[in-house]
């Protein structure tokens, strides 16, 4: 072999089928990692990921069981449903340093901005609540907007977070006002009035919200397999009329198609 030349390594049959089935093993255990994260709250039992995923039984419980060994999944030894585990919490907390959703988002956010001329949020979807990733503050800056970048916020406190309420089953929205209904009063906002706009947003196929001196649009739209993300356009109720939705919900989706 010449100097300069790439010593070409020979692959075994025996290898590449080792190979092959060590993806293999590597894509089966993605399949049920999903479901469990679809299922985090409530769990999910053995023979649902069998007959989500068409493994048989013993190659399911294998899996699953490496899963928990290495911290990614949890097992309820009460119920014997698996939920995902710490080490999938330490990962997906270690993604927010550098949220690869902020980075794909970032020029759909500025073009946003520029086009509408308005602030645009991004946020992200954490159980009942909802959490600011980034504000594109656009050319018309509102300096009290900065301050929710951040931050945690009830579902219904904040225009975009509308948008995740109404993709809810109407049982759903129920359970949720009941648990947080002083939550609301405390920020004036009634149960009946938060339904009343979460109805109103499933028929529109976006949040449309005007209160407390400001207006604006909130759209979803899928994050991964199984979690939420959702832009909004908010600014002072005088440059969000009602009459402007449609204009802002038609540049919205436009520009979330480039997210695919």
């Not at 769990?43 to 699953?64: F, K, N, S």
């Not at 690869?100 to 009942?128: H, I, N, T, W």
């Not at 009602?242 to 204009?247: A, L």
């Amino acid at each position: 072999m010449g100097l300069g030349e790439i010593p070409v390594m020979k692959t075994s049959a025996s290898q590449a089928a080792k190979g092959v089935r060590g993806a293999q093993s590597i894509d089966r255990a993605m399949q049920l990692l999903r479901l469990m994260a679809a299922r985090h709250a409530e769990g999910i039992g053995l023979a649902e990921l069998v007959e989500a995923t068409g493994l048989d039984r013993t190659t399911a419980w294998r899996i699953a069981q490496s899963l928990v060994r290495s911290g990614m999944a949890a097992r309820d030894d009460a119920t014997g449903v698996y939920r995902l585990g710490i080490e999938a919490m330490a990962l997906g907390l270690a993604t927010m340093q550098r949220a690869p959703l902020l980075e794909r988002s970032l020029p759909v956010m500025k073009a946003l901005a520029r086009r509408s001329g308005e602030p645009v949020f991004l946020v992200v979807r954490s159980g009942d609540y909802s959490q600011c990733l980034h504000l594109e503050a656009g050319p018309r800056p509102i300096r009290s907007f900065a301050e929710t970048v951040g931050s945690m916020r009830l579902l219904g406190l904040g225009i975009p977070s509308f948008a995740f309420l109404a993709r809810m089953s109407p049982a759903e929205v129920d359970a949720h006002c009941a648990r947080h209904e002083a939550e609301y009063l405390a920020e004036r906002l009634t149960v009946a009035k938060l339904q009343r706009w979460v109805t109103q947003a499933r028929e529109l196929g976006y949040a449309q919200i005007s209160a407390q001196g400001v207006g604006g649009i909130g759209m979803r739209f899928a994050l991964g397999s199984c979690g939420e993300a959702a832009l909004g356009i908010v600014a002072p109720a005088s440059r969000a009329p009602r009459s402007r939705g449609p204009m802002l919900a038609g540049l919205m989706r436009e520009e979330l198609r480039r997210l695919g």
